[in-house]
C-alpha cells in the first residue's frame, strides 16, 4: 500500500444527510433558510454559528445533536454506491474521516455498513472543532505531507480549510452544496457519483506526484 491518504468528510459524502440535518436546523432555528443553512458550511460550521450568521431569538443552536442524531440512526443511510468504492480505494490508499460530526456515531454507522474497517482514523468534532488542526494532525501522526494528501467533501468550506494546509480538494455534488457553489473555491475536479471518484483521485495523485517530481 502506497503512502498517499485520503480525507474523507462524512455527512454529505457517505452519509445521505442533508434533508435530516437541514429538518434539524429548522428545529433549533426556525427561522433559517435553506439557502442560509447551505452558507453555513461555506466556512467551518462551527465558526460560522458562533459568529452569529444565523441567530435570531428562536434560535438553539445547542440543541442541534439533540434533534439530528436520533434521526440520523433511524433515517441515516449509506450514499448509494460508497461502500464499494471505498472498499475499493482501500486496497490502494490509506483512508481517514476528517468530519465537523460526532466520533461514536461517525463509527458505529461505518461499523454497522461493515466499512469502519477501512479507516485508519475516525477524527470527528471530539478531537478538534477545526478541520484544518485535524489535516495537521493527520500529517503529524502519519509523517506525511500535503502532497500525500487529497480531501473529499461536498462543501466549499472544507475546501477552504483543505487549502489552508496545502491539501487539493475533489468536490462531489450528492451533498450539501451544489456544483454552482463550488466556482467559489479552487478545487481539483467535482465528481458527480460515487463511481467517478477512484479514477478523479488517480488523477489527483498523478498530477501531484508529478509536481514533486518536476522541483
Known amino acids: 500500500m502506497g503512502k498517499h491518504f485520503i480525507l474523507f ?25 435553506e439557502e442560509q443553512y ?30 439530528y442524531i436520533p434521526q ?8 448509494p454506491g460508497m461502500d464499494a468504492v471505498i472498499s475499493a480505494l482501500a486496497e490502494v490508499h490509506r483512508m481517514i474521516i476528517v468530519s465537523s ?25 471530539n478531537v478538534h472543532k477545526s478541520k484544518e488542526e485535524k489535516i495537521r494532525m493527520v500529517f503529524e501522526t502519519h509523517g506525511v505531507s500535503a ?18 494546509m496545502g491539501v487539493g480538494a475533489i468536490g462531489v455534488t450528492w451533498g450539501y452544496h451544489e456544483p454552482e457553489r ?3 473555491v479552487d478545487h481539483f475536479r467535482l465528481v458527480h457519483t ?5 479514477s478523479a483521485i488517480d ?8 509536481s514533486v517530481s518536476i522541483r
Not at 440520523?72 to 450514499?79: C, P, S
Open 182 to 184: 463550488f466556482s467559489k
Open 38 to 67: 447551505r452558507q453555513l458550511f461555506e466556512g467551518n460550521i462551527f465558526e460560522q454559528i458562533s459568529m452569529g450568521s444565523i441567530h435570531t431569538n428562536r434560535c438553539h443552536h445547542a440543541d442541534f445533536w439533540d434533534h
Open 101 to 125: 460530526g460526532q466520533t461514536p456515531f461517525i463509527e458505529n454507522f461505518l461499523a454497522e455498513n461493515a466499512l469502519l474497517e477501512y479507516f485508519s482514523a475516525i477524527l470527528g468534532n
Open 203 to 210: 488523477d489527483y495523485f498523478a498530477r501531484t506526484q508529478t
Open 147 to 164: 502532497s500525500d494528501c487529497v480531501f473529499v467533501t461536498d462543501t466549499v468550506g472544507d475546501v477552504r480549510e483543505a487549502d489552508k
Open 72 to 79: 440520523l440512526k433511524d433515517e441515516g443511510t449509506l450514499v
Open 194 to 198: 460515487p463511481e467517478s471518484l477512484p
Open 9 to 33: 468528510d462524512f455527512d454529505g459524502v457517505i452519509l445521505d444527510s442533508y434533508k435530516i440535518a437541514f429538518a434539524a436546523q429548522n428545529v433549533v432555528c426556525p427561522d433559517c433558510t
